[in-house]
């Protein structure tokens, strides 16, 4: 099983290392790009969200604040368009989480709802400061980035998007890193029972904001990218509450807590919204049609697609071996009394999810693919 | 020195209408645990609501309230019925994703409808100005605050004074020991998220009677509503109005003293403050351990 894992994701590596060879065309790769960066920021934001259980609604800052370090060392250092801003990509990543940490422990002196507003007030905080820091941000003008101007046509995505490919394996890689370690153990303590956890000496704070601070981490490097990738940068189009949402959302749609979710959730959500803002941004049906879709997702399927299939998936199993377990007791205590069969199947229902208990590798809920 | 003293009459006044809006999600969350991120946009719905009234039926803005408020509270209801109610578990989480899809819904229709062009309510008050010791108030910041006031009182005597106000603050304060007392939660949470969003249309009549609005407007107001209300304390009326005046008045002052532009970000200043001293916020109760 595990041989199979390996080989499932070092095959879909290999797709997405493909992929733009195969689908050349640039209005694809583009929707690509934009699909892996925000893939990254959901990974990265899984980490605080999906582990300790802390809904931040304002990472997106952070995105913001990794987009304008990149613009920002770009003017002052006078680096051309090229290779090298993609080199900057880990010291704007850096800078984001230096700014999360001050932010982070103030947010997470609260908890569950009280935090959620925090972090949206405090991603309008340094929305409005992109505004009005006109010596640092321009304001309202915006920054441009260097044009790479050696590249052209059909190569103009191939860096962005193995950049961006690099970045998402990364996250994947911590993400699944914290998620077997005593760290990760912790978070998920801390989102079952907070006190209970400090309690049994989990180091609540510190890791609550390790957390916080690994998932500023990966929405600065993503933005750096998305900045040079899209050349210029305004304050209403990098801090957008749009992108707040649209992350939450991914994870929310392929699994809270899951590795794999968010991934899954970006596949679906971000082409997605990319061909209806193409398709309808004119006319303004993107906005009720994205909203309609995102009802339906949250009424339906409230838990996120992977989980439940995991659910089916038990559901499935459950179902099988009980029937052969109640096979098995009808052959033996065929002559038993009608009633016994009954309730001995009625007993073995409630014990079943239980009873597959140990073939779960992972704590916590969701399938660990 | 009459610049600043104006400057603070006209942030009580206008604190009063934002009040309004903030007392309304305040309530909501107090009572059903939810934030209702969707405060903003239906603070402008309201708006255009008294809008299309004044303009092809030319009913006046505060009469116009008499229609809308009980057509809002009437949405809220259903709003609350129809993607509230089925949410059974991780409630605050997916209550909030809701919303936002319902925001983003209501925004597109808006946009769709009255196009991205701002407008602005009308009436004689809106223009008419009067003299009081040396500067000129227009009448809707007057006639806006006793509108508030009246409003306001009125929750208060329905929350304070009632038999309906005794379950929804028993509601507050214990949802499965107010159930288990015979409180029909469900009926009073309802009732309750008709309540804020009405409250947020007579909020939004006031808004759109002083600045010019279009549906983007909604991202300023819900930014700022929500500060409010994690100011004061989240769940506590009184502390919603204390930080609604008291935002406003900041604000003012300090677009007098200093620049316009950094109005809002004193506030969020003074806001990160009293996160650090009382992270419940002014009024607000300090949170208990989760069973």
């Given at each position: ?111 569950r709802h009280t935090?959620i507003v ?177 009802l339906?997702?949250m009424l ?70 | ?15 009063g209408v934002y009040a309004l809006m903030s007392s309304g999600l305040t309530l909501i969350f107090g009572v059903m645990d939810i934030i209702n991120i969707a405060q903003g946009i239906l603070v402008i719905l309201g708006?255009?609501l ?15 309230l008499l229609i809308t408020m009980p057509v809002m509270f009437g949405f809220g209801v259903l709003l609350e019925f129809v993607f509230i109610r089925p949410l059974k578990r991780d409630r605050t989480m997916l209550s909030l994703l809701v919303m936002y899809g319902l925001a983003?819904?209501i ?40 509108l508030a006031v009246v409003l306001l009182a009125g929750l208060y005597w329905l929350v304070y004074r009632t038999k309906f106000g005794f379950s929804l603050r028993a509601s507050m304060q214990n949802r499965v020991a107010a159930e288990l007392i015979g409180i029909d939660v469900e009926r009073i949470s309802a009732i309750t998220f008709g309540i804020g969003i009405a409250l947020a249309a007579a909020g939004g009549m006031a808004f ?10 909604s991202?300023?107001l819900i930014?700022?509503v929500l500060?409010i209300i994690i100011f004061g304390g989240m769940g506590s009326l009184s502390g919603a109005l204390i930080a609604s ?35 419940q916020g002014?009024l607000g109760q300090?949170e208990v351990?989760?069973?």
């Amino acid at each position: 099983m595990k041989i199979l894992k390996m080989v499932g994701v070092l095959v879909l590596l290999a797709c997405a290392i493909i992929f733009p060879q195969v689908f050349t065309d640039p209005t694809v790769t583009t929707i690509a790009v934009f699909t892996l960066i925000f893939a990254a920021v959901a990974t990265g934001w899984n980490i605080l969200g999906g582990y300790s259980g802390y809904i931040s609604l304002g990472h997106i800052a952070y995105f913001g604040i990794g987009a304008y370090a990149m613009a920002l060392f770009c003017l002052h250092w006078n680096i051309p368009g090229g290779y090298e801003p993609f080199l900057l990509v880990p010291l704007t990543a850096l800078i984001a989480a230096v700014v999360s940490i001050p932010l982070g422990w103030i947010a997470l002196r609260v908890r569950r709802h009280t935090f959620i507003v925090i972090t949206i007030a405090m991603f309008f905080i340094i929305q409005l400061l992109a505004y009005n820091l006109i010596w640092l941000t321009n304001g309202s003008t915006g920054l441009g980035l260097p044009i790479p101007t050696d590249w052209g046509g059909y190569f103009f995505n191939y860096p962005f998007y193995y950049a961006a490919l690099i970045l998402l394996v990364i996250a994947v890689l911590v993400s699944w890193w914290i998620r077997n370690s005593k760290f990760g153990l912790g978070l998920l303590a801390i989102r079952d029972d907070e006190d209970r956890a400090l309690g049994l000496g989990v180091k609540t704070v510190a890791s609550k904001l390790a957390a916080f601070a690994i998932a500023a981490f990966f929405a600065g490097a993503a933005g750096a990218i998305y900045a040079y990738f899209v050349e210029s940068i305004y304050p209403a189009t990098i801090f957008d509450p749009n992108f707040d949402v649209a992350v939450v959302l991914m994870v929310f749609l392929g699994g809270l807590g899951t590795i794999s979710g968010p991934i899954l959730g970006a596949l679906i959500m971000e082409p997605l919204q990319q061909y209806l803002n193409l398709q309808y941004g004119e006319n303004g049906y993107n906005l009720i049609i994205l909203g309609g879709i995102f009802l339906l997702v949250m009424l339906i399927l409230p838990r996120g697609i992977l989980p439940t299939l995991g659910d089916l998936w038990r559901k499935y199993r459950a179902m099988r071996e009980q029937d052969t377990a109640v096979q098995a007791e009808e052959g033996m205590v065929i002559t038993a009394l009608p009633g016994r069969v009954g309730r001995s199947t009625a007993g073995r229902d409630e014990s079943a999810p239980t009873a597959i208990a140990p073939n779960q590798n992972e704590p916590g809920e969701g399938i660990n693919v | 020195m009459g610049l600043i003293i104006e400057a603070i009459v006209t942030g009580i006044l206008t604190g009063g209408v934002y009040a309004l809006m903030s007392s309304g999600l305040t309530l909501i969350f107090g009572v059903m645990d939810i934030i209702n991120i969707a405060q903003g946009i239906l603070v402008i719905l309201g708006a255009y609501l008294s809008f299309v009234l004044q303009q092809h039926f030319h009913i006046d803005l505060f009469l116009g309230l008499l229609i809308t408020m009980p057509v809002m509270f009437g949405f809220g209801v259903l709003l609350e019925f129809v993607f509230i109610r089925p949410l059974k578990r991780d409630r605050t989480m997916l209550s909030l994703l809701v919303m936002y899809g319902l925001a983003l819904v209501i925004e597109g229709v808006l946009n769709l409808i009255f196009s991205a062009d701002l407008v602005q309510l009308q009436g004689w008050y809106t223009t008419a100005s009067f003299n009081v010791g040396g500067f000129y108030l227009s009448y809707i910041y007057v006639f806006g605050f006793l509108l508030a006031v009246v409003l306001l009182a009125g929750l208060y005597w329905l929350v304070y004074r009632t038999k309906f106000g005794f379950s929804l603050r028993a509601s507050m304060q214990n949802r499965v020991a107010a159930e288990l007392i015979g409180i029909d939660v469900e009926r009073i949470s309802a009732i309750t998220f008709g309540i804020g969003i009405a409250l947020a249309a007579a909020g939004g009549m006031a808004f759109g009677a002083t600045n010019a609005f279009d549906a983007a407007s909604s991202y300023d107001l819900i930014s700022r509503v929500l500060a409010i209300i994690i100011f004061g304390g989240m769940g506590s009326l009184s502390g919603a109005l204390i930080a609604s005046v008291g935002m406003l008045v900041v604000e003012d002052v300090t677009s007098v003293v200093w620049s316009p532009v950094w109005a809002s970000t004193v506030f969020f200043i003074l806001l990160v403050i009293i996160l650090v001293v009382r992270p419940q916020g002014l009024l607000g109760q300090a949170e208990v351990r989760k069973q």
